[in-house]
């Protein structure tokens, strides 16, 4: 008997491991084919080799961009003018006496401009696998960032991106809940939804929306009135209205068939250019003999009962391995990667 009850309880055990199993393969989009789909006059822009994980276009052209993947190198913001007719990507130079360069590994970014027109960036950084969003002042005749202020927030323990609404007040996307690797490892597994958005200011923080899983890209509408958050391992983009006192409330999410990453918004059309992973096995397992596909979409008209959903760009690889993140300027797209290159094509 008791042989009987031990049969029986590994036998269950197994069939939800096989259930689980399947479940985690859906999440992730294991094995999902992808046609390519080409875009006119396409070059990889040269200066980027190893990742551009997120990038933010200002409306007189300029891009910024993290990488952070080169080999026992610390990471670098990098500036291109996509003004000029083939534009290269520059290391900004980074000042600022209290700044470690040396452990620099930015990740999500974001920019605001004053009313001055003075410029700053908001990028996430994982100095030793550990979190702090660095605040930065552009210094556009010198071509360089200067360092203001390190933010750290026990609300802020694994930021994978923020959407500034001033210097020094955002929003950020928690992607984990746990810290410690081998807890984060079965966080993703298991496919709990324990990860959560934070708002911030020096004054006050605190969780706005919750129960993600695998909270990853954010972003603002021009107007200032929804936040937009992608749940990387639901497939899902939720739209949220955004309240004086910070808090959201939910609208409405769009399902998709592939992992959601970063999220730009046009300023001109409100439309959303979404960076995305069609199979996260490829992305999770990185094969150099089989690399991670890429997807770009394009969401009009968001806020309307049927927004209208465009793939623009797919890879299987061949090109470009891992699509973060996509933007657009003047009939032009930039699309970066988690640690790959980066793709400049005309519209």
């Known amino acids: 008997m008791a042989k009987l009850l031990v049969l029986t309880v590994l036998g269950l055990a197994l069939a939800l491991f096989r259930d689980h199993r399947a479940s985690f393969q859906t999440r992730i989009s294991a094995f999902r084919e992808v046609k390519p789909v080409e875009l006119p006059n396409c070059n990889l822009v040269k200066g980027i080799e190893h990742g551009s994980e997120d990038l933010e276009i200002l409306s007189n052209g300029l891009a910024f961009i993290s990488s952070d ?20 990507a520059l290391e900004l130079k980074i000042t600022g006496s209290n700044f470690d360069l040396s452990s620099f590994t930015p990740h999500g970014i974001s920019t605001f401009t004053d009313e001055d027109n003075a410029v700053y960036l908001l990028v996430v950084n994982h100095p030793d696998s550990k979190t702090t969003v660095e605040l930065f002042k552009f210094q556009e005749e010198e071509k360089s960032l200067l360092h203001l202020k390190t933010i750290r927030h026990k609300l802020l323990p694994s930021v994978n991106d923020v959407v500034a609404v001033g210097p020094e007040h955002f929003y950020a996307t928690n992607d984990h809940y746990f810290v410690h690797p081998y807890l984060r490892s079965w966080e993703f597994y298991l496919g709990l939804s324990w990860s959560y958005v934070v708002y911030y200011t020096p004054d006050e923080a605190g969780v706005v929306a919750e129960g993600f899983d695998f909270a990853n890209g954010i972003s603002i509408s021009p107007d200032g009135k929804y936040v937009y958050v992608a749940e990387s391992l639901a497939h899902k983009i939720h739209v949220y209205e955004k309240h004086a006192n910070w808090t959201l409330t939910p609208l409405k999410t769009l399902d998709f068939d592939t992992l959601v990453d970063n999220i730009s918004v046009d300023p001109v059309t409100g439309d959303l250019w979404v960076g995305c992973h069609p199979d996260g096995m490829r992305l999770f397992y990185h094969d150099p003999e089989n690399p991670p596909a890429s997807e770009v979409l394009r969401i009009q008209n968001i806020l309307t009962e049927e927004p209208k959903v465009t793939l623009v760009y797919a890879d299987n690889g061949t090109v470009l391995q891992g699509s973060t993140v996509a933007s657009v300027y003047k009939g032009k797209i930039l699309v970066g990667t988690v640690v790959h290159k980066a793709l400049y094509c005309e519209l």
């Open 69 to 88: 993947l080169e080999p026992d190198k610390s990471g670098k913001i990098l500036l291109m003018d996509l003004n000029e007719k083939h534009p290269t």
